[in-house]
């Protein structure tokens, strides 16, 4: 086969980007001109109206840096000193969050739930029936170190009976998957402009309840991450407090256009899905299984047990489908070996098909044997075996 100019990332972000995207950053702008400035207003327009998030009740705050940067500026503004965060983790990403609570000198708690099985709503109420200082928590809500979906929805209405504040990572979810801020009782929202909207790195962005942004003035542990600062200033000058990514925004806004075309949240999250099932269908086809039962499979990224078979080794085979022309991902579990792929980005069904060949010859070059899986997926007591 013959591999495509640019590879293919079959990532959770960054990905494929469109030449569209793409051709948007051949322009150089001022970061106070205001052209600028009027691309920033629609910017953060464009992502409350995405969220259902009325515009007088919560606020959209850019954040320059990559995703996690936005996640400590919201976690320092909307964990107050003297609160207490739950943090519920079943991956990497609620792990840095209880990391950087830890650096904040904020007092947190944690639901781990291990590598691949959801929080579920039940536990979320014991704890914060156990606890009545815990003021705040946080969820991923795609936790790309497994590609599971957590129940969100669920566990968001638990929260807001108890009246606790409900911080969302929904940093590979936004844009992909359904979310409405105006049904689901969420007080902050993060994500980042290289994931399901399809742009490019460069920053992220928090959509965070106005009167939680106000209470937040003052609480920064960090200059440049002070989202209370970064906001007021915005709302005053129409401008970032400090440079900002200036091609990444514009790059940004030209996405949002296809997003939209493509017809919203709806469409996007239907083409990812067409992608995983058929990259999940070819996969087992071929005797690869997937970590996560079919009910919690995301459409953002798929994490496949890696073959028993010795001749397998991730290096080997990540540098062959390289040759070939696409990036994936290693896997990030702790227990059993394993390796990531993404489907979102510029990608569909037809990318999806080229891959499974290239999957198919890789594993012949290398000599590897896969034995039929009893099982599609990788059971509890597999796990524990």
């Known amino acids: ?6 590879p293919y990332l079959l990532t959770p972000g960054p990905l494929t980007t469109s030449p569209e995207t793409k051709a948007a950053m051949l322009n150089d702008w001022g970061s106070w001109d205001d052209d600028f400035n009027q691309v920033t ?23 320059q840096g990559s995703g996690t940067f936005a996640v400590e500026s919201a976690l320092a503004c909307a964990v107050a000193p003297h609160g207490k965060a739950l943090v519920l983790m079943n991956g990497a990403y609620g792990k840095r969050a209880a990391q950087l609570l830890h650096m904040m000198g904020r007092r947190y708690v944690t639901l781990d739930k291990g590598d691949y099985l959801p929080p579920q709503p039940d536990e979320v109420d014991a704890l914060l029936h156990q606890d009545p200082e815990i003021s705040a928590v946080f969820l991923v809500h795609c936790e790309t170190s497994s590609g599971i979906l957590n129940p969100l929805e669920a566990i968001a209405e638990v929260v807001h009976a108890h009246g606790k504040t409900l911080i969302v990572d929904a940093m590979s979810s936004f844009g992909g998957v359904p979310l409405s801020l105006s ?3 969420i007080d902050v929202l993060i994500s980042s402009a290289n994931k399901c909207i399809e742009g490019v790195p460069g920053f992220g962005f928090v959509i965070i309840r106005r009167e939680l942004l106000d209470a937040g003035e003052g609480r920064a542990h960090s200059l440049s991450l002070d989202l209370h600062a970064q906001w007021a200033y915005m709302e005053r000058t129409g401008q970032w407090r400090f440079t900002p990514p200036t091609h990444t925004v514009v790059a940004f806004q030209a996405a949002l256009a296809q997003h939209r075309a493509e017809g919203g949240v ?7 899905t067409q992608n995983r099932d058929a990259l999940v269908a070819g996969m087992r086809a071929l005797g690869f299984a997937t970590l996560l039962e079919d009910r ?11 073959p028993d078979d010795p001749a397998f080794a991730f290096r080997d085979f990540y540098a062959a489908l390289k040759a070939r022309g696409f990036l994936i991902y290693p896997g990030k579990l702790t227990e059993v070996d394993s390796f990531r792929i ?13 891959l ?5 010859d890789a594993l012949s070059e290398m000599g590897v044997s896969i034995s039929p899986h009893l099982s599609t997926h990788l059971s509890p007591q597999a796990w524990s075996a």
């Not at 919690?296 to 047990?305: A, E, Q, V, Y």
């Open 41 to 63: 207003a629609d910017v953060r327009a464009q992502l409350l109206a995405m969220a259902d998030a009325a515009d007088s009740e919560f606020a959209c705050v850019p954040m």
């Open 1 to 6: 086969m013959t591999p495509p100019t640019t």
């Open 342 to 354: 993404g489907c979102i980005g510029q990608l569909d069904v037809a990318v999806i098909d080229t």
């Open 266 to 272: 709806a469409g996007r999250c239907a083409r990812y």
């Open 356 to 360: 499974l060949l290239a999957i198919q």
């Open 183 to 185: 049904k689901t009782p």
């Open 296 to 306: 919690w499979l995301s459409p953002i990224i798929t994490t496949f047990l890696s």
